[in-house]
């Protein structure tokens, strides 16, 4: 992952990729998505009001949700298609040498 000039999409897929169904600490998560523990808080946060991620208190574990499954997997999509079509579109200045 690399961890400079992500967008907010970015980091939140990244988030939903580090946390699995078995469940994932706090720590954990700042260690697989370098990002600072302000700014997690933030992400984790919002992402527990979406529902897409759940939170079992007594385990200070972090699960990824049916529907936070849902949204990951059409994240994983769009930007596919996204890089699919920008990789195979020519800048303009290379349509002038042969």
Do not use: C, W
Request: hydrophobic share 35%; net charge positive.
């Amino acid at each position: 992952m690399n961890s400079s000039n992500r967008s907010k999409h970015e980091i939140l897929s990244d988030i939903l990729k580090a946390i699995n169904t078995h469940g994932i600490t706090m720590n954990e998560i700042l260690f697989k998505t370098y990002i600072s523990h302000f700014h997690l808080k933030k992400y984790l946060t919002f992402l527990i009001q979406q529902g897409l991620i759940g939170y079992k208190k007594e385990e200070k574990r972090f699960r990824i949700t049916q529907r936070g499954f849902h949204a990951l997997d059409l994240y994983i999509k769009m930007d596919e298609l996204l890089v699919r079509k920008t990789l195979h579109k020519r800048p303009e200045y290379f349509a002038s040498f042969p």
